[in-house]
């Protein structure tokens, strides 16, 4: 089956600092999301990017399906950006089999 | 408007015996998607609801069952628990188009002894 991969796993990020999270997947794929989970365990959708680039604040996320991966960029990085971030692709035309990748876990200190 | 709620939030179980985890969308919404977190395989997808049916299923088995009603309410029910099975379980709902965004419970904490 497909293969997600996300890099890196962990980051350490000084507050203002910008960063850039990456999700490789093996295969081609429909859709593809990103998503963030606080450390309350509380999961948000930030991006549904199966292709092209998109901006939310200070999020954005691009993907390029021809060479499989996605990038999510944040900037001026906060400490309530610090959790778990998922890249998640879908093969199927609706909502065949999620597939989720390990996950970035980002700390922001002050 | 509401968020998705879960109920109930935290929960104990022995091995063996069986679990209904309840799940309320958005109003309005119509899809309610599952998936299971541990720490070893991480998230993963359960299976997805639209309107009473099931659209979409991850793999995992039988024991694993879902369920969804007129009012777009979901349960999902875990039986013969293994100790496997603890986890967090989080549901999702969504209007039910593809691309739609998601919007997630907080889930419930399941433990099986």
């Known amino acids: 089956g497909i293969q997600v991969e996300q890099s890196p796993p962990d980051l350490i990020l000084q507050e203002g600092a910008n960063s850039t999270l990456r999700c490789n997947f093996s295969?081609?794929?429909?859709?593809l999301q990103w998503f963030h989970q606080n450390p309350w365990g509380q999961l948000i959708n930030l991006f549904y990017?199966?292709?092209g680039t998109k901006q939310n604040g200070r999020l954005s996320a691009t993907t390029v399906a021809t060479e499989r991966y996605s990038l999510l960029y944040i900037s001026s990085s906060q400490t309530t950006d610090s959790g778990v971030y998922f890249c998640?692709?879908?093969?199927?035309?609706?909502?065949?089999?999620?597939?989720f990748g390990p996950g970035t876990s980002l700390s922001v200190i002050p | 408007k509401a968020g998705v709620t879960q109920t109930p939030r935290y929960l104990i179980k022995t091995r063996g015996q069986q679990v209904t985890l309840s799940c309320s969308p958005i109003?309005?919404?119509?899809?309610v998607s599952w998936y299971q977190q541990t720490p070893g395989q991480g998230l993963q997808f359960l299976f997805e609801?639209?309107?009473?049916?099931?659209?979409n299923k991850g793999n995992f088995p039988g024991r694993f069952s879902g369920r969804q009603f007129s009012n777009s309410r979901s349960e999902m029910n875990v039986s013969t628990l293994e100790l496997g099975d603890s986890a967090l379980y989080l549901c999702?709902?969504?209007?039910?188009?593809?691309?739609?965004?998601?919007?997630f419970g907080p889930g419930t904490r399941l433990t099986v002894l």
């Open positions: 999702a709902s969504s209007p039910g188009t593809a691309g739609d965004t998601q919007y």
């Open positions: 295969d081609s794929v429909n859709n």
């Open positions: 990017i199966p292709s």
């Open positions: 998640a692709v879908e093969q199927g035309t609706s909502y065949d089999k999620v597939i």
């Open positions: 109003s309005g919404h119509r899809s």
């Open positions: 609801y639209f309107s009473e049916t099931q659209r």
